[in-house]
Each structure stands twice: as C-alpha cells, then as structure tokens.
C-alpha cells in the first residue's frame, strides 16, 4: 500500500514563506508525476504544482511565486511558497501517479492570515 506522508501546512502571514513536503517510501518506483493540488473552501480542487523528470507545471496563480523540486532517490517532493496571499489559503494535498494510478495524501491546512 503506497502511503504519501505530507507535512509542513500551518498558519503564515501574508508575504510570508512556508515549505510543504511530502514523501513515500524510497522502494516505490515509477512514480511520474508527483505534486500538489489545493482546495479551498467552497472552491474545487485546483492544481498547484507538478514535478516530472522532463518537465515542471503551475497554475496560473502561482505567478512565479512557488518553486517545486524532487529528491528522486528519497521519493520526496517539495513545494516551497513565496509571498503568500489570504486567497491561498487552502488544504493543499500531495499526489503521485505510479504506473497509472493516482494516489493522494491526507493533506495539510495551509492558512494565509494577519
């Protein structure tokens, strides 16, 4: 059973930084892609960031604004966020697809406040 393990959500003010991780176990192969997607409130799912070996995506909110890297030999994904807004307040998930299949994260509440 893969198992995703995320951390790094918590409360920031706006303009401030955090760095989401998240991570399964090193034995698991053929993960591609492996990122994040949020939701909001009221809102739908949208995607963050993902992270493949030929490429990397946002959304267009991020604005340059966040940066995503991957420790292939650790299967660890992380998303640093920059200038942070109240409107990305979210719980943001971790996913990975392996072999076809998605698997996601618990989440982790993620709450841009003064």
């Known amino acids: 059973q893969v198992q995703l393990v995320e951390s790094g959500g918590g409360l920031v003010q706006p303009g401030g930084s955090l760095t989401l991780s998240c991570a399964t176990s090193s034995s698991v192969r053929d993960i591609d892609p492996m990122g994040w997607y949020r939701r909001a409130p009221g809102e739908q799912r949208e995607m963050v960031a993902q992270?493949?070996?030929?490429?990397?995506n946002f959304g267009d909110f991020v604005k340059g604004r966040f940066t995503i890297s991957r420790e292939y030999g650790e299967n660890e994904v992380r998303l640093r966020m920059d200038n942070l807004k109240p409107e990305d307040t979210a719980v943001y998930y971790c996913?990975?697809?392996?072999?076809?299949?998605?698997?996601w994260g618990q989440g982790t509440q993620v709450t841009v406040s003064s």
């Open positions: 996913y990975a697809v392996i072999r076809g299949q998605e698997y």
């Open positions: 992270i493949s070996p030929r490429s990397t």
